[in-house]
């Protein structure tokens, strides 16, 4: 499977998804695109939270030195992004690709990460919420169908919210994955307890 990680916004949990999906499916992992935290990126975050020694992290197609939306922190250092550029890395295991903010965040002057999606990925859209949770998760849906895609399946993310988790499944028909509380810390461990929890699921996209 090739599973593209995406969220309603910014900070809502696509990383800490993106390492319980590779370390439940013992998957690779590729993030075409880092803006920022060079030393720190979501590449180094799910190597040092996975447990299984069988994923490979790939190699970002653009590093960007700021934390920025990509078109901007491409501007800045110079550089404007291709999609031409973008190859997916090929491999025999499970692909775990993680998007960059959510899908209408620009790239350049006419692409946003809505368009690396292809249409073999299985597109996984992680919820968080928050005032205007649901809007966002609807729109984001709606717009990833409109664009001829299904959306695999949904992740919760945070503390649990019964009304605007049932309302959100409901309207869209979509399966609920899981849901990830909010933990004091996400190490190693914890990372496996998810993906033990989750991993049937996940088979079953």
Same mark, same amino acid.
């Given at each position: ?74 501007? =800045? ?99 609920? =994955? ?28």
């Amino acid at each position: 499977m090739k599973i593209f990680i995406t969220g309603i916004s910014t900070d809502v949990g696509k990383t800490i998804t993106s390492a319980i999906v590779v370390e439940a499916l013992e998957a690779d992992y590729w993030k075409p695109i880092q803006a920022g935290d060079l030393d720190n990126s979501d590449s180094h975050k799910i190597k040092s939270k996975i447990f299984n020694q069988k994923s490979k992290i790939f190699e970002n197609a653009y590093k960007l030195n700021t934390p920025a939306s990509p078109h901007l922190a491409a501007e =800045i250092d110079g550089v404007t992004i291709d999609l031409k550029q973008i190859t997916e890395p090929k491999t025999d295991n499970h692909l775990v690709i993680e998007g960059a903010g959510g899908i209408f965040v620009p790239l350049n002057e006419n692409d946003t990460i809505i368009d690396l999606i292809q249409p073999d990925y299985k597109v996984i859209v992680v919820s968080r919420h928050y005032l205007g949770s649901i809007n966002h998760t609807l729109l984001t849906i709606e717009v990833i169908r409109n664009r001829g895609f299904e959306v695999a399946g949904i992740i919760f993310s945070g503390s649990e919210n019964k009304s605007t988790e049932s309302l959100i499944l409901n309207k869209t028909g979509i399966r609920c =994955i899981g849901r990830i509380d909010e933990e004091p810390y996400f190490d190693q461990n914890v990372i496996k307890e998810y993906a033990d929890l989750f991993r049937d699921n996940l088979l079953n996209l």
